[in-house]
Structure formats: C-alpha cells, structure tokens
C-alpha cells in the first residue's frame, strides 16, 4: 500500500549535512516505492528537483542555514507550524513524518485536523542537543523543563524511529516509551552512488580536484566531511592533526563542511599546520563521493553522546578505513571493522589515523569490510520499506 506522507522538517532543509542526508535519502526511497511526499520546512534551505517542498513565510531579516539550537527557531516554528496546518488540509496526508523533536510538536499539534498519526524520526536527545550546541547547561534551572518537554513529545508520538539502538535504549529507558512504539533503522547509504570510481573519465576528475584544491600528489589525505563545530570533534581534530604531522609531515587532512570555516582557518593557522589542512567549506552532497575518493582515511570525531552519525556509512560506502571516538553509536555502526580513538583525546585520535596510514594493508582490508557491511545492511530502499511497515503499525493503532 502507498501513503501520503507529510514529512515536517523544522530546518533549513535541504542543507548538506546529517539529518538533511537521511531526510532527503528517505523521501527519495519511500517515492521510490510509490508514497507521495510533501515536506514542510523552514523559509531557508536549497530546493531539490522532484521534491515537493513547502516552506514557511520567508523572514527577510533572517536568512541562511539555520544549524543546530538557536532563539530565531522559536518563531520559525510557529510559522511552520502554520505551513503545516495548512498543508494537512489540504494535502490530507495519511500519516505525519516528523523529525526533530521540534517537528513531533508540531506534527502532534496538527494531526488533529485530521486525526492522522504522528511518526517520529529520532536523531537524539533534545536536551543533549541543546548542550552539545551550548545553549544549555546541564545545571540550568532549565535543564528539568527541556527534559520534560522532551518526554512529553517522545510519550505523544505514535512510533518511534531511531537511527541507532543506543537512542532506542534511550527512549524506552529514560523516557519509558513502551517497546512496541519504538524501532530502529540505522542512516543507510546509496550504495551505488557512494563508491570507489571505476572509470577513467571520474578518476580523471579525481586527480583534477586534488591539484585544484593544491593538495600535494605525494601525500596521504585523511578527510573528514560533516559539520564543522565543537561537539562534532573539530578542534581536537585539528589539535590531533597537529601533533600526527610533527611525526608524519607527508599527509594532508582535508576537513570538508560548515559554518565556521574562517574560524578553523584561523585556528589552523595558530596550531602552525595550515600548510597541511584544506577547509574548502560547505560540499553539496552530489559531490560528496568524488571529494570523499580523495582520502585513505576518513575521521568522525563526533562527541555528542546522543545522535547518530550519518557520515560514517558514507565513508564505508566509499570503502574508506574509519576512525572514530569509542562511543555506542560508532561501535553500532562499524563494529570490529572500525577502529576507535579515546572520546576526546586527540593523542588517540593522531595515534588511531597514523596506525592505518603507516599499515596501508590493513586500512585495505578494513576498508574492504566497511563496504561489504554498508552494501550488506545499510540499503535506504530497504530501509523504506521498514519506515512504511512503522507507518502501517502507527495507522492500525488509530483505527484500532
């Protein structure tokens, strides 16, 4: 059976960065399999060809990307949630998809125009976010009321999709959502899109991307693609790459993303190893796997404790031996095939990249069962399918 699905994304959707990623991959697969899909944004964000996107009234004094916890989020949210009223009258959809803790509000507020269930996409904590993004404090006299809001729009929702079964553990053990309500589908990859390059006209394209970025032929690259930020391991990724190159000064580490990208430059520049880091900025995801095929090794020094990590299936889809901090998520997704650094410690960080750059043999076969896992479990066309067997549950609850 075919739905009508209202996706509410409370972001500046489509930006080229982690939920942006797994939104736009869903839609594309649950339009695959036949659902129509509407998506009600904020007023910002790129628009994709054969979405059907509707966004909120524009603020002419607020544009941009809109990354992480920010004040301005308060009123864009209540003028999507206007947009998506509205759109529930008159799209009809059979069920809300909404994503962001933010979104399940709203989907909630307004699915009582039609008494349609609410589906929500859990990428993590809000609370947590709202730290990671330092715009709260765990000590805050507002730390209780964010986590009972949380609790509250966890509890309301009529399923659960969490993209790590560390935020499943999480919803049915800190927030006692029941265990039925709740399923897991990881962030997948596009399998074939996300690949090594075979022919000599992309490897070609290849070679041509690395003299433009002046990347030196003879260096190894170590490249890191997400958003830039503190809680994403930025700064200690630039303090490991400082001390990786007083013993290895033949690599190059391109640190692919944004915002703050001036302010990486600068710190670079301090920490004395600009000559050896590339921040070109924001890469629109359709280039991502032939600036991805630039690198030997690929990093996700993500700190937060809560949400998932989106990039990781990249870079095994693109056969790239990974490390990343020791965390249940990396462990989920990677297993015995990554290879893990100490969370925040830049020394295991530097250690981790420089043991699989000096032992090419072994990044090779690492490497290798990254992509064997990613093309054996990590399909969004299955993935779809699993989202629309959690749609059919969510509607014979209402109907019950």
């Known amino acids: 059976m075919a739905y009508r699905i209202l996706a509410i994304a409370p972001t500046s959707f489509f930006a080229d960065y982690g939920c942006h990623v797994r939104i736009l991959e869903e839609v594309w697969a649950l339009q695959k399999l036949g659902n129509k899909v509407v998506v009600c944004t904020y007023h910002t964000g790129d628009d994709v ?23 301005h989020k308060l009123y864009f949210d209540v003028m999507l949630a206007s947009r998506a009223a509205r759109t529930v009258l008159s799209f009809k959809p059979d069920v809300i998809h909404a994503h962001i803790h933010e979104g399940a509000l709203i989907g909630r507020a307004v699915s009582w125009l039609r008494r349609v269930p609410v589906v929500f996409d859990l990428q993590g904590s809000l609370a947590e976010e709202m730290i990671d993004h330092r715009f709260l404090r765990r000590d805050s006299r507002m730390y209780g009321p964010v986590r009972w809001l949380e609790s509250r729009i966890n509890l309301s929702s009529d399923r659960i999709i969490t993209s790590t079964h560390n935020a499943a553990v999480m919803a049915r053990g800190d927030f006692h959502v029941p265990t039925d309500r709740v399923r897991t589908i990881p962030d997948c990859v596009n399998v074939e899109r996300f690949s090594l390059p075979r022919d000599e006209e992309t490897k070609a394209r290849i070679a041509g991307l690395k003299r433009w970025l002046e990347i030196p032929e003879s260096r190894k690259v170590v490249v890191y693609l997400g958003l830039l930020a503190p809680y994403q391991g930025t700064d200690v990724l630039l303090e490991s790459a400082r001390l990786l190159l007083q013993r290895m000064p033949d690599v190059h580490f391109l640190v692919m993303g944004f915002p703050g990208v001036d302010r990486y430059r600068y710190l670079a520049e301090q920490l004395g190893i600009a000559e050896s880091v590339t921040l070109p900025g924001r890469i629109p995801y359709l280039d991502a796997p032939i600036y991805l095929a630039l690198g030997d090794v690929a990093v996700a020094p993500k700190m937060s404790v809560s949400e998932g990590c989106g990039k990781i299936s990249n870079y095994m889809a693109m ?15 990677m297993g015995d095939d990554g290879t893990y650094a100490e969370m925040g410690n830049p020394a295991s960080l530097a250690s981790a990249i420089e043991a699989l750059l000096q032992d090419g043999e072994r990044a090779s076969q690492l490497g290798y069962a990254l992509r064997r896992r990613a093309v054996n479990s990590l399909s969004w066309e299955g993935a779809a399918k699993q989202i629309m067997a959690v749609y059919a549950e969510a509607l014979g609850k209402r109907s019950a």
């Open 49 to 71: 060809p054969g979405l059907d996107i509707r966004r909120s009234l524009d603020v002419p004094w607020k544009k941009g990307v809109q990354v992480g916890s920010s004040r």
């Open 319 to 333: 056969q790239l031996p990974v490390v990343a901090f020791d965390t249940p998520v990396a462990r989920e997704i």
